[in-house]
Nanobody, 119 residues
């Protein structure tokens, strides 16, 4: 399974960025996709998770500002980030839980994309 994340960059506070993540490989189905982030000295933090039941879970610090969407056919997930704050600065990772064509399952993490928000 390969994950390709893109869309990070630098923006001023109050600005917006859109992250994208696409999974490829011997995937039968994508069960869950999620965005996490980690900044230096801090623990890994859930940003948003698209659950198998169709709901989305957001971290408390991003509720009302970030929106996660999925394109099931493309095995892709997107994270629209609005009203960005300096404390959103982190490396953002895309995680995906999949069922492979051999019926095994795995969880993979992308390489991360840097988001920097300046005040």
């Amino acid at each position: 399974v390969q994950l390709q994340a893109s869309g990070g960059g630098s923006v001023q506070a109050g600005g917006s960025l859109r992250l994208s993540c696409a999974a490829s490989g011997s995937i039968r189905s994508v069960v869950v996709m999620a965005w996490y982030r980690q900044s230096p000295g801090n623990a890994r933090e859930l940003v948003a998770r698209a659950n198998p039941d169709g709901t989305t879970t957001y971290g408390d610090s991003v509720k009302g500002r970030f929106t996660m969407s999925r394109d099931i056919a493309r095995k892709a997930a997107y994270l629209q980030m609005n009203s960005l704050k300096p404390e959103d600065t982190a490396v953002y990772y895309c995680d995906v839980g999949v069922i492979l064509t051999d019926s095994t399952s795995t969880i993979e993490r992308g390489q991360g994309t840097q988001v920097t928000v300046s005040s």
